[in-house]
């Protein structure tokens, strides 16, 4: 082995140990998302052990809810690497700090006043991405008047020179050779032409000068034109600024990917876990689905197919992050005022059950942890001095879901804190606890006996609207069963509201139910097919859309859907009473029922792995049989194939 390729595994073996050094300092910072940190790693890894290799741009994408640390991985991993000097950070919304106003109107406006040189690696960031979209919902072009550099750049990392900026030099030449030949020859515009230092800087970066700053500055009129001009006549090659070493981080929260699963169950009432693991189930489809919503596709395109999606953080990441807020407004309390402070597991529990904000990200929990702990230390810090405590003594800190509470040598003293979400969860009444839990016990018995699987969140006292829900594992494919399941589901609340209470007691909170089911039901008819007519039918003025537009004919088919699915909601909690009251049980004791408890209570075998579909394998299987065999290959019986089995034949 010659001594350069020793040299070159001594340094390919450091770079790969820096990027582990790395990933495991970043793993201590944030929590819950090491699978993320370590899918980054390995996306730069050839980037940065070994860049030589490297001729077109590495772009990789960050998606995520916000607060889930997109931007902080980026900017820290710079760091670490020791590019915090060829860091270049854009908000793609159009607000860049740290950039004149000229520089701040392009990217490469922005490259050019950074650390970052003309072939040489360099890391950018361009940040909250969704924002800088060039499609509105009609999927017309939008006028986007910044960055527009930026899909050359994605491209191949070429970028052209910035001939506006150039034009504005020759501008300034012109109007200086305009007034010097009008003024008289005392008057000041006779003096010497001076280009400004931001002129210079900018004719020396397009033109790729290496003469120092201050000689250009002093440069003649016609010394300018002349570079000008040599320029503009150079080849193409020349013209473009190569950055294709740069490393491009793409971020942002692309909203489209998580609003089914973000208004699927209330912000501050998800559970961590279970918001997580359906946040878990995104992919690149997801993400090219929603980018295709904001972008033209060929600007899609350009943003390569390296997407990381964030999930949603887990509970065990929140109570991290939870215990490291409360670690670190003690020790900061105590050096001010030099008292040590004990928050418990009570403290703990209520920061996490009134800070916690899934679909939110982490930033709700942040603001929570000061204004809980950052104000109530502060005040127990000062109660406990009053009483006479001394440097070093132990303040101990509880709470009891209203107040917090300072401990100090036998004595107490309630604190207020900011939990309003408990306070909120608990308003409810015995009559709305009742019509709540029945409610929302028939919309879970009913989705669980037809799908054969548990809502995967069922809860009542919630506190962000007065109401409860259902939540369930969402579908890629409906067949014409699954849309019947889920109107009959939908219409289960009312079902089950009017076995129990009646007719007369049966509440408006049906309203909201009764809107899906029927838009289902009139998209299974109207735009599915899945009616006596087949064609597509729609309410539209433009004769470029070709629909049938008597929708009235279906009216009476839609209502008549409704009322079958309904019948059929009220024939199953019936059948099903026993399971239906223990639902309600449970509800009204804990407020809750978890998948687990779901199966206990209900004692439903309920066995189907969440992404079951219709049996299409068997089907097809079935359907070669019969060629095979000389069997007719269409049956009227395939026209409306049986449903497969489901917990209602199961348990009748």
Not at 65 to 90: P, S
Not at 512 to 524: G, H, P, V, Y
Not at 612 to 641: C, I, K, S, W
Request: aromatic share 6%; charged share 25%.
């Amino acid at each position: 082995m010659s001594d350069s390729q020793k040299e070159l595994r001594v340094q390919l073996a450091l770079r790969n140990q820096l990027l582990q050094d790395a990933a495991a300092q970043i793993k201590t910072e944030l929590f819950g998302i090491d699978a993320i940190i370590d899918r980054v790693i390995d996306s730069v890894r050839a980037w940065y052990v070994l860049p030589e290799l490297v001729a077109r741009p590495v772009i990789v994408c960050l998606w995520g809810l916000t607060g889930t640390g997109k931007t902080q991985l980026v900017r820290r991993l710079a760091q670490l690497l020791g590019f915090y000097d060829r860091f270049v950070e854009v908000q793609m919304d159009g607000f860049s700090n740290g950039a004149s106003w000229r520089g701040a109107q392009s990217i490469s406006g922005m490259l050019s006043q950074s650390g970052v040189r003309e072939g040489e690696p360099g890391i950018l960031a361009l940040d909250e991405f969704q924002r800088f979209r060039t499609i509105d919902n009609k999927r017309s072009e939008l006028r986007v008047e910044r960055y527009q550099d930026v899909w050359a750049l994605l491209s191949d990392g070429r970028l052209p020179p910035a001939l506006s900026l150039l034009s504005d030099i020759e501008s300034t030449l012109a109007e200086a050779a305009f007034d010097a030949e009008r003024a008289d020859e005392d008057d000041d515009r006779k003096l010497r032409f001076k280009l400004s230092s931001w002129d210079a800087k900018t004719l020396r970066r397009t033109l790729k000068l290496t003469e120092p700053l201050l000689e250009i500055m002093a440069w003649t009129p016609e010394q300018i034109q002349d570079r000008l001009r040599a320029f503009r006549e150079q080849g193409q090659q020349q013209w473009d600024t190569d950055y294709s070493r740069l490393l491009v981080f793409v971020c942002g929260n692309l909203d489209e990917m998580y609003e089914d699963l973000a208004t699927s169950v209330d912000d501050c009432d998800s559970d961590a876990d279970t918001f997580h693991a359906l946040t878990a189930k995104l992919s690149v489809i997801d993400v090219k689905q929603a980018l295709s919503r904001r972008f033209k596709p060929e600007q899609v395109a350009r943003l390569g197919n390296e997407h990381i999606v964030y999930p949603s953080l887990s509970r065990r990441a929140y109570e991290q992050l939870v215990d490291q807020g409360c670690v670190r407004y003690a020790r900061e309390t105590a050096a001010r005022c030099g008292l040590h402070f004990e928050p418990d597991a009570s403290v703990r529990e209520q920061i996490y059950a009134n800070a916690v904000f899934p679909a939110q990200g982490t930033r709700p929990l942040f603001s929570s942890l000061h204004a809980i702990l950052g104000v109530g230390l502060a005040k127990a810090a000062l109660w406990a001095l009053e009483c006479g405590a001394a440097p070093g003594d132990t303040v101990a800190l509880t709470a009891d879901g209203r107040t917090l509470i300072a401990h100090w040598r036998g004595q107490s003293q309630a604190i207020a804190a900011p939990f309003e979400i408990n306070r909120l969860r608990q308003r409810n009444n015995a009559d709305f606890r009742a019509l709540l839990a029945v409610h929302e016990a028939g919309h879970g018995l009913v989705h669980a006996l037809l799908f054969g699987r548990a809502p995967t969140e069922i809860k009542i006292h919630v506190a962000s609207f007065e109401g409860g829900y259902n939540a369930y594992t969402s579908r890629k494919v409906w067949s014409r069963q699954n849309l019947l399941d889920s109107i009959c589901t939908s219409l289960a609340g009312r079902a089950a509201e009017l076995l129990v209470f009646g007719p007369a007691m049966a509440s408006s909170g049906s309203e909201s139910d009764l809107r899906k089911a029927t838009e289902t039901a009139a998209r299974m008819l109207r735009h599915s097919g899945h009616g006596e007519r087949i064609g597509r039918c729609d309410v539209s003025t433009n004769s470029d859309e070709h629909v049938l537009t008597d929708v009235e004919a279906s009216n009476a088919a839609v209502e008549a859907l409704l009322q079958s699915e309904h019948a059929r909601a009220t024939r199953l909690l019936q059948t099903h009473r026993v399971a239906l009251l223990a639902l309600v049980d449970e509800l009204m004791a804990q407020g809750q029922v978890t998948p687990a408890r779901f199966a206990v209570v209900t004692a439903l075998p309920l066995e189907r792995p969440e992404d079951a579909l219709d049996p299409y394998a068997e089907r097809l299987a079935a359907f070669r049989m019969q060629g095979q065999a000389g069997l007719p290959l269409v049956r009227p019986a395939l026209l409306t194939p049986p449903r497969p089995r489901s917990l209602v034949e199961a348990t009748a």
